[in-house]
């Protein structure tokens, strides 16, 4: 038996994984058992041919080898952090080196927005959309800038989209003018009605989640296709079906899960946690199922958008767009890889960069991310690795991590080859929300 093949069972379906072709198929239990055992690369393949001929759907994915990427030195988007100022105390929020209670919050100004987005112009890629990601602090505290920003671009020459992560506490008239008359988007960062109050208080230690829900509720009503929301799951916040079927009784778009990266050994999430997370995730996918079948609504959650990579074209050379695609400049005027570790000691800042010096960095990056045990995963063909935030955070407990994203890997498998079975006609539908959420990626198919 070849190490890289994966054999697991998941949502009822035993199945067989293989990085090589990102191929993923179940089999009978009666076969299932023997091949276990036995099974090579070479009968693998063999079996493949009988089973695309005959009981895979023309959706589902093909193909005998992987395709070939080649990295450009170009960007689909840039992250700008505003501010460091907020109204918010959340536990884990990796922006808390900024202590605004001592110290003046840093802030962009409108002239030095524009020629960071001037300058990452310069080195954008052909895709037809260049992303703008505003980011805090709370970036909604800069609305002004931001009205400013978009009529600005507004008649560009590059279809540029500005999206922004807020906290959700701030609503007005003009934030309802940027939804309506911009390709503006808005991702709000919200626990869930149980574990809000600890995990996301305001700054003066008031439970924030009512304000909250009264606003995503305006959000939704005006531009529903351009609103998401993101979870953060710790120790602290487990239930997670809980706050799925809130977000989806609220008839959200997308909500978006991230694990906990921190330092304080308090917010992991332990085995226990992770194993209650897994069951929440399998009973949400069954869910899914059951609304696709019915033609009923549903809120698609992030971990299931990982199955873009199993439609043909569409593999990542990594986790996100950090350094690939994207690159961020911080209130400081600092260009970093990636916005989290904007203004973090040790990381490489970039007062100036060219496309050659861009391309360097990409590469170099992208060469150090695969870490020795990743070498015999079967899941870095889709996990990339992982992310680097999350790595340097975390240190030795990435593992529970892995441990966690490996089980919603395999859940996105089972997903996939279920509805590309029994369901193809709406395997199309499903790959658009799920590419709608998709990491920043610049390649280019050889």
Known sequence: MEENLHYFEALGKKLIYDPQTLFCFGLPDSEYKCLHDSMTREKLNKRLSAAQANTLSKNALSGNTPPIFRLKPMLCGITLVLTTDCNMKCIYCYENSFDTSESQPLSMDLPCVIDSIDWALQYSSNNEVFTVALFGGEPLFKLSLITQLCNHYKN?????????????????????????????????????????????????????????????????????????????????????????????????????????ASKSEALHLSHSDILKILKDSKTICQALLDALRNNTYYTLPSFLGSIYQLYPQTHNTMHCGACTGSLSISANRNTYLCHRFCDTNGFGKYSSISAKQLLGIQNLTISNHKFSHCNDCWAYSLCRGGCFHERYICGEKIADICFLRKGWLELSLAFYYIVSQTMPEKLNLLLEKCCAQSPIRTIELL
Not at 253 to 260: G, M, N
């Open 156 to 260: 560009s020459h590059k279809n540029i989209r500005f999206t922004a992560t807020t906290n959700g506490t701030i609503f007005t008239e003009e934030v309802k003018n940027l939804l309506k008359n911009h390709p503006f988007y808005l991702t709000v960062s919200v626990d869930g009605p149980t574990a809000q109050s600890i995990t996301r208080p305001l700054k003066n230690g008031k439970p924030s989640i009512k304000l909250i829900e009264h606003n995503l509720i305006e959000m939704l009503s005006i531009a529903p296709d351009h609103i998401a929301v993101n979870t953060v799951l710790s120790h602290q916040n487990t239930n997670y079906l809980n706050s799925y079927t809130y977000f989806n009784n609220l008839k959200v778009l997308t909500h978006i899960v991230t694990p906990v």
